[in-house]
Nanobody, 115 residues
Framework: QVQVGESGGGLVQAGGSLTLSCVASGTISISNAMGWYRQAPGKQRELVARIFSGGTTNYADSVKGRFTISRGKARNTVFLQMNSLEPEDTAVYYC?????????WGQGTQVTVSS
């Protein structure tokens, strides 16, 4: 049973930084892609950043130049380094992992940016 878990959320002032971590456990298979999504109150879930097994990355326009997604050395781990945070970045951040054509989601971690 694959389980995805996120950590690292919290409260930070505008201009600050946070690093989110994610691990997909319970499988020996390597993920094809892992990504971070976020959902703010009253809004739809949106892609923040995604990284593929070959190293290609995608970012939402709103976070380009501020956020960096990277893979960890351990199997199926990914990080999201978030710099220059803005109040508009406040949301629940979800990690997902695509493993053998199935997408698994974590339960999310809250990021709150105060002005």
């Amino acid at each position: 049973q694959v389980q995805v878990g996120e950590s690292g959320g919290g409260l930070v002032q505008a201009g600050g930084s946070l690093t989110l971590s994610c691990v997909a456990s319970g499988t020996i298979s390597i993920s094809n892609a892992m990504g971070w999504y976020r959902q703010a109150p009253g809004k739809q879930r949106e892609l923040v950043a995604r990284i593929f097994s070959g190293g290609t990355t995608n970012y939402a326009d709103s976070v380009k130049g501020r956020f960096t997604i990277s893979r960890g050395k351990a199997r199926n781990t990914v990080f999201l380094q978030m710099n220059s945070l803005e109040p508009e970045d406040t949301a629940v951040y979800y990690c997902n992992a695509n493993i053998r054509m199935i997408t698994y989601w974590g339960q999310g971690t809250q990021v709150t940016v105060s002005s």
